[in-house]
């Protein structure tokens, strides 16, 4: 079974999430014992809070932390920015607009909305390219994903037309414009104060995925149609692999998501490139996102 643990305000609590979309597990017990289940984490993802006000740093779409203390996000405005340990602070000589960051190996990755992928020194703060970029074919709602050790680019494919409104991201008063119903909000960092403005849009569905990888040999990016006994999931604010064979009822060689504003949970199989919804596999596939002890 797999399902996010927050850490709760007081000491020694914690809130059980749905690894997809971050809400609430429903339960009919107050407590439970720890010692009677096998936790094993998977991934870590992280959620900015003001020491002072105990309030979370709006206007970032992902954060990361690298190392013990090195905090870095992406803003709704596409910049990548670090927590100098008291004002944000931009990375110099960033071009372009950032769409995911992620830090595998001890090494930070942010890829860009071009499917760039670019390397950040956590020392000099300076950033560099990785490698080639997609080709112009992929759908551009991109995404980075470790799975087995290896850097892969996930593209979702979404409904005709989606594409060109996302692209629409300024507004008449040149904010930027996200996805996601939230109000305006302004990141304060060494440049100035940067508008966020995210308004709500038109949910897309989603109706299928690519997969690349690196080939060290051609020296660029190549779609792959198969991830072994591996299966991604597509979450709300940090993206992962499983290995198929130690969760039970996982089905190997998938994509698990949820679009935006559903709580059902999808999966897509690379082999034939469908899509089903959970209710549509036997209740085993359930145990890998309901706790038994629900």
Same mark, same amino acid.
């Given at each position: ?17 749905h ?21 094993? *984490? ?15 740093a ?25 927590w100098?340990? *008291? ?5 110099? #000589?960033?071009?372009? *607009? ?7 190996k ?6 860009d ?23 112009n ?8 994903v470790?799975?087995c ?5 996930? #593209?979702?494919?979404? =409904? ?7 692209a629409?991201?300024l ?18 960092? #060494? ?5 966020c403005?995210?308004v709500?849009? =038109? ?19 190549? *779609?792959?149609?198969s ?7 597509? %979450?709300?604010d ?5 290995? %198929? ?14 679009? =935006? ?7 897509f199989?690379?082999?034939d490139?469908?899509? %089903? ?18």
């Amino acid at each position: 079974m797999a399902y996010k643990i927050r850490r709760g305000h007081q000491l020694g609590t914690i809130h059980l999430l749905h690894p997809l979309s971050r809400l609430p597990l429903v339960h009919w017990c107050q407590s439970f014992d720890l010692f009677k289940f096998t936790l094993t *984490e998977i991934r870590q993802g992280f959620l900015v809070h003001y020491s002072r006000s105990n309030k979370g740093a709006f206007g970032f779409k992902k954060l990361v932390l690298a190392g013990r203390d090195r905090v870095f996000g992406i803003g709704f405005d596409g910049k990548v920015r670090y927590w100098n340990g *008291e004002i944000w602070t931009r990375i110099k #000589d960033q071009i372009g *607009e950032f769409v995911d960051i992620m830090v595998l190996k001890g090494l930070i990755y942010a890829l860009d909305s071009q499917g760039i992928v670019w390397w950040i020194s956590s020392y000099s703060l300076s950033i560099f390219r990785y490698g080639t970029s997609l080709t112009n074919e992929c759908g551009r709602d991109l995404s980075l994903v470790e799975c087995c050790g290896e850097l892969y680019i996930v #593209d979702r494919l979404l =409904e005709d037309n989606v594409l060109k409104r996302k692209a629409d991201s300024l507004d008449d008063d040149n904010a930027y414009v996200g996805v996601i119903p939230r109000i305006t909000k302004v990141i304060h960092d #060494d440049v100035g104060n940067e508008k966020c403005k995210v308004v709500e849009r =038109e949910c897309p569905k989603t109706v299928g995925f690519k997969v690349y990888k690196v080939d060290e040999e051609l020296g660029k990016w190549v *779609e792959v149609k198969s991830l072994g006994d591996s299966a991604v999931v597509m %979450a709300t604010d940090t993206f992962f692999s499983v290995l %198929a064979r130690e969760y039970y009822g996982c089905v190997p060689n998938s994509i698990y998501f949820i679009d =935006e504003k559903e709580v059902e949970v999808k999966v897509f199989r690379l082999d034939d490139g469908s899509i %089903a919804s959970m209710f549509g596999f036997e209740r085993s596939c359930f145990q890998l996102f309901v706790p038994s002890f629900l």
